[in-house]
């Protein structure tokens, strides 16, 4: 069917709009499924069907395409680190809608080259899923959590058999009265791994169901915890934890700051550190989300896990007249193979790190792209922690326009 038909098929109730694949190619499809929309809300979605890539590849990623959300790219770099995984000095897109973020976090690398760059590394990989089980009550609570830790092998066995890549590394008990709670942990390597781990545990569940009293309620029951603040992904880690740091010496901190190492030392514990305690944050910084926000968004990662990638918690402190600054986040949840890094405006990203695809040994790729947001996001709390403390926040964007 061409375009007009599919349009006249859905205005006549013979198809709805998700039905409209089965019938034409894919960028048929979104032509007509926009030009319905766009005649029901009076208006044009000329540039939203601009897109440079066939519609049967985002097939995998969108139900019911009209076209693309074009959200400007910029880049960062290029990032002088020393990381375990990261290769050379790349640069890394940024995609965002905020105008100064890739002025001020590329102020902040450049600050960071000019000491001789960051170093940076991934101190542990594991992507969690735990699902909620019941039991009659505690006796049968405490019967399973000892079941569980006394055959982890086992589980790991059924997990491990979904796969070709994930790898068991962990389950934890947590008992809340009838409720049994397991939080598997896996080592995905250059997946994000959501749903390799959703499977695998999905199989090791039916072991414990027939090894133990317990009855799985949700394969999920949010102690994971996915797409939702959690202390407990700040204190275990969820996906890639991974730390950036850097010395800057004075003479660079006045060059590219405009202020001194004792300044930003203070507004990091008076902003970062006591203000964010006051207000029951569980990010304790200045804006690391920005950074990794805009790093998911240019490289296909799941953007709404940036709740957990704003886990983080930035240090500075003034060692013999120089900055020290880190920054730790504990939860960055990052792939390289499978979701949305396989669209081709996301791939082409990916390769401007080198990280497109799978790794060499495998998992390499994603622990450098968690290294290089890293890297970047630490830019990013220099540049506005050195904004804040010389007075210059506000004059910034007003020179910029912004």
């Known amino acids: 069917m061409d375009t007009d038909a599919l349009v006249d098929a859905v205005?006549?109730?013979?198809?709805?709009?998700?039905?409209?694949?089965?019938?034409?190619?894919?960028?048929?499809a979104a032509a007509a499924r926009r030009r319905i929309v766009a005649d029901a809300a009076d208006t044009s979605l000329e540039t939203v069907g601009e897109y440079a890539f066939p519609a049967d590849d985002a097939e995998p990623n969108i139900e019911n395409m009209v076209g693309a959300a074009q959200v400007p790219m910029g880049v960062v770099g290029p990032l002088a680190?020393?990381?375990?995984?990261?290769?050379?000095?790349?640069?890394?897109?940024?995609?965002?809608?905020?105008?100064?973020?890739?002025?001020?976090?590329?102020?902040?690398?450049?600050?960071?080259?000019?000491?001789g760059g960051a170093t940076a590394r991934v101190l542990k990989n594991a992507m969690t899923r735990a699902p909620v089980f019941r039991v009659a009550g505690v006796a049968e609570a405490s019967e399973t959590a000892a079941w569980v830790r006394d055959n982890v092998e086992s589980l790991?066995?059924?997990?491990?058999?979904t796969t070709s890549h994930g790898e068991l590394r962990d389950v934890t008990p947590y008992v809340v009265g009838d409720n049994v709670f397991l939080r598997f942990a896996?080592?995905?390597?250059?997946?994000?791994?959501m749903n390799m781990a959703t499977i695998a545990t999905e199989a090791a569940c039916e072991v414990v169901e027939a090894e133990t009293p317990a009855e799985l309620v949700a394969l999920s029951g949010n102690l994971c915890s996915d797409k939702k603040p959690a202390a407990v992904n700040s204190v275990e880690g969820r996906g890639r934890t991974v730390a950036a740091d850097v010395v800057l010496p004075g003479s660079v901190v006045e060059e590219y700051f405009g202020t001194t190492p004792a300044a930003i030392a203070e507004a990091n514990t008076r902003k970062n550190l006591v203000g964010s305690a006051k207000a029951g944050s569980?990010?304790?910084?200045?804006?690391?989300?920005?950074?990794?926000?805009?790093?998911?968004?240019a490289t296909g990662q799941d953007i709404a896990q940036v709740v957990e990638g704003a886990n983080a918690i930035t240090t500075a402190d003034v060692r013999d007249g120089d900055l020290y600054a880190s920054l730790t986040l504990a939860s960055l949840?990052?792939?390289?193979?499978?979701?949305g890094t396989k669209l081709p405006t996301q791939a082409e990203a990916l390769d401007v790190v080198g990280v497109r695809g799978g790794?060499?040994?495998a998992g390499s790729n994603a622990d450098a792209l968690?290294?290089?947001?890293?890297?970047?996001?630490?830019?990013?709390?220099?540049?506005?922690?050195?904004?804040?403390?010389?007075?210059?926040?506000?004059?910034?964007?007003?020179e910029l326009g912004r």
């Open 186 to 193: 896996y080592d995905t390597k250059d997946a994000m791994g």
């Open 156 to 161: 790991a066995s059924a997990a491990e058999a």
């Open 370 to 398: 968690a290294e290089a947001i890293a890297t970047a996001a630490l830019g990013g709390e220099l540049s506005l922690l050195g904004a804040l403390a010389s007075n210059h926040l506000a004059s910034a964007h007003e």
């Open 333 to 339: 949840e990052v792939g390289t193979v499978g979701g």
């Open 11 to 28: 205005r006549d109730g013979e198809l709805r709009l998700h039905e409209l694949e089965a019938h034409a190619d894919a960028d048929t």
């Open 81 to 115: 680190v020393d990381g375990d995984a990261i290769d050379g000095e790349p640069y890394l897109p940024l995609a965002t809608t905020e105008g100064a973020l890739v002025a001020s976090v590329n102020r902040g690398c450049a600050s960071m080259t000019a000491a």
């Open 359 to 361: 790794g060499d040994p």
């Open 282 to 297: 569980l990010g304790f910084n200045a804006h690391a989300a920005n950074t990794v926000a805009a790093a998911f968004l």
